[in-house]
């Protein structure tokens, strides 16, 4: 299997995307959808971000590697009664199903930078994209204090080193290595612009109860306790995720958590 595809079918993201549904509406809401719209949402999960599109009006495909949550999505728009919104499964780095220009929209939310070979994914988003089309990416922040790149930053200390050749998904959180890919896909420097944005995760669990669900379901952080359990370290990465997650936690109801954070929104004119 595609190590990719591996990774993200390893858990159950859907019981992550539940902690993400509110901010995901909320980044959809700045993207100017009309009803007259095709929109392509790569990386798309079971349709944090497709599902409100498709609710604006728009037509909508979602594409992810994996397969679960490829079904996961076109489950959650047959209940929403949304005809205009599938999902299928697809690699980023090779969209050989989609023809060139047919987009007005493509949008991927902290799922096509997980793709290996990252200048192919960059060609492959322009390439779908209709001429006058925009790209919109959000993506993580190799270094940023705030939860997700701290996640990862903590998980990968306890994690075997990546095969040689690996290129970091981290590296699409800056903005020298957004515009070096997407110019050599053929978008003039100036059609590319980088933001940072805040995206939060908000559930009526306590932190730590938030940090059994990335231990259980999100195939990173997994990964990261299976290696961390060989060494017998398990305990360590758990203690250190609990803390980093209630040091963030901005609810002031010990069982609720809400924690913003930070990511580059990209946008791209084609």
């Known amino acids: 299997m595609n190590p990719n595809q591996a990774l993200w079918e390893k858990g159950d993201f859907t019981k992550i995307a539940q902690v993400m549904r509110k901010s995901g509406e909320m980044l959809v809401a700045k993207l100017s959808i009309t009803p007259d719209m095709h929109v392509l949402d790569l990386g798309s999960g079971d349709g944090t971000t497709a599902i409100p599109e498709a609710k604006l009006g728009a037509t909508v495909l979602g594409v992810d590697i994996a397969r679960n949550l490829v079904d996961a999505g076109n489950r959650r728009a047959k209940e929403e009664g949304l005809a205009n919104c599938t999902f299928q499964q697809g690699d980023a780095t090779d969209l050989q199903a989609l023809n060139d220009q047919s987009f007005d929209l493509v949008v991927s939310i902290f799922g096509a930078m997980f793709a290996p070979k990252p200048f192919d994914v960059a ?131 010990p069982n609720r958590t809400s924690i913003a954070a930070t990511f580059l929104r990209v946008t791209v004119t084609c």
Request: hydrophobic share 40%; proline share 10%; charged share 20%.
């Open 123 to 253: 060609r492959e988003m322009v390439r779908v994209t209709r001429p006058g089309g925009r790209i919109v990416m959000g993506n993580w922040i190799p270094g940023d204090p705030t939860l997700v790149a701290q996640i990862l930053k903590i998980s990968a200390a306890y994690t075997p080193p990546p095969p040689e050749g690996f290129i970091s998904p981290m590296l699409w959180g800056i903005e020298s290595h957004v515009v070096d890919r997407f110019e050599k896909a053929g978008v003039p420097r100036e059609n590319i612009s980088c933001v940072p944005d805040t995206f939060a995760f908000i559930t009526d669990l306590p932190p730590s109860e938030l940090v059994d669900l990335f231990k259980h379901y999100y195939g990173p952080t997994m990964n990261a306790f299976d290696a961390a359990e060989k060494e017998g370290k398990a305990m360590a990465l758990q203690q250190e995720l609990v803390e980093l997650f209630e040091q963030q936690n901005n609810s002031s109801d």
